[in-house]
C-alpha cells in the first residue's frame, strides 16, 4: 500500500506540475467533523465504557461513527465505520452521499455479516440522531447487542473510532487533492481497508495486523 501511495503520489504531482495546480493539503475544511447530534429524538444508552478502552478479546466491543470528507465535485461523502475495540479490525465501512438511514443501516448490516452467530457485542456510538431511532435500536435488540453511548458532546468517550477516522484521512487523503468523486473515494477506501485489516501493525495488537491478531486471540 505504501509503494503505491508512493507511485501514486508521484504521478498525480507529475500532473499538477504540468497543469500548474497546487496541491490542496488535508485540512479540518476539507474534512470537517460531522456533527448529528439533534437532541433527544429517541432512545439514548449509558456510557458504560467510561473512556476505558482495554478489552483484548475480539467482537466484545465495537465502535461507530459517521465523519465526512469534501469531494472535488463540491459535494461532501459521508463515511459510517464499525471498528473492533481490540484488533482495531475495521468490521464495516461504508460510504454515501447523505448521513441517510441507508447508510447506517448498511453499515450494520455489513457488521452482522462479519460476525460470528454467537457474537453479543457492546455497540458503542455517539447521541447521534440516527442511533437513537426505532429502526437501529431494534436490529441491535434482534441481534441481542447491548447498545452504549458517549456524553453528549465528549468525543473522547468514543476515542477509539475517531483514532480510526484520524489515520484514515490522514494515512490515504494527506497531501493529495480531494478525491474527484464518491465513486474515486469508494475504490481508494475499499484498497484501504484491505491495506488496514490485512497489512498495517501496531504494537496494541502486538505488532501483528487487525485480522492476525483477531485469528491469533480465538485460537488461543
Not at 38 to 46: I, L, M, P, R
Not at 177 to 191: A, R
Amino acid at each position: 500500500m505504501d509503494k503505491l501511495k508512493l507511485h501514486l503520489g508521484d504521478t498525480i504531482r507529475k500532473l499538477m506540475r504540468e497543469l500548474d495546480i497546487q496541491v490542496s493539503l488535508y485540512n479540518r475544511h476539507r474534512n470537517g467533523k460531522y456533527s448529528s447530534y439533534h437532541g433527544t429524538v429517541g432512545q439514548v444508552a449509558d456510557n458504560k465504557l467510561k473512556q476505558e478502552f482495554n478489552e483484548v478479546w475480539p467482537y466484545q466491543v465495537i465502535h461507530t461513527d459517521v465523519t465526512q470528507v469534501r469531494l472535488a465535485n463540491h459535494q461532501w461523502a459521508y463515511i459510517s465505520v464499525m471498528i473492533d475495540e481490540a484488533s482495531q479490525e475495521i468490521l464495516a465501512f461504508q460510504i454515501n452521499t447523505r448521513p441517510s438511514k441507508d447508510l447506517i443501516m448498511r453499515t450494520l448490516t455489513e457488521l452482522i455479516d462479519h460476525l460470528p452467530d454467537d457474537a453479543q457485542p457492546i455497540i458503542h456510538s455517539d447521541q447521534g440522531w440516527h442511533y437513537q431511532l426505532a429502526y437501529y435500536t431494534q436490529k441491535l435488540v434482534d441481534h441481542r447487542f447491548i447498545q452504549r453511548m458517549s456524553r453528549k458532546g465528549n468525543r473522547l468517550d468514543n476515542a477509539p473510532i475517531e483514532s480510526s477516522f484520524h489515520l484514515f484521512k490522514t494515512e490515504l487523503l494527506a497531501g493529495f487533492p480531494p478525491c474527484k468523486d464518491i465513486t474515486e473515494l469508494t475504490e481508494l477506501s475499499q484498497k484501504y481497508v484491505q491495506y488496514f485489516n490485512n497489512v498495517r501493525t501496531t504494537l496494541k495488537t502486538k505488532g501483528m495486523t487487525p485480522v492476525e491478531y483477531r485469528n491469533h486471540t480465538l485460537a488461543a
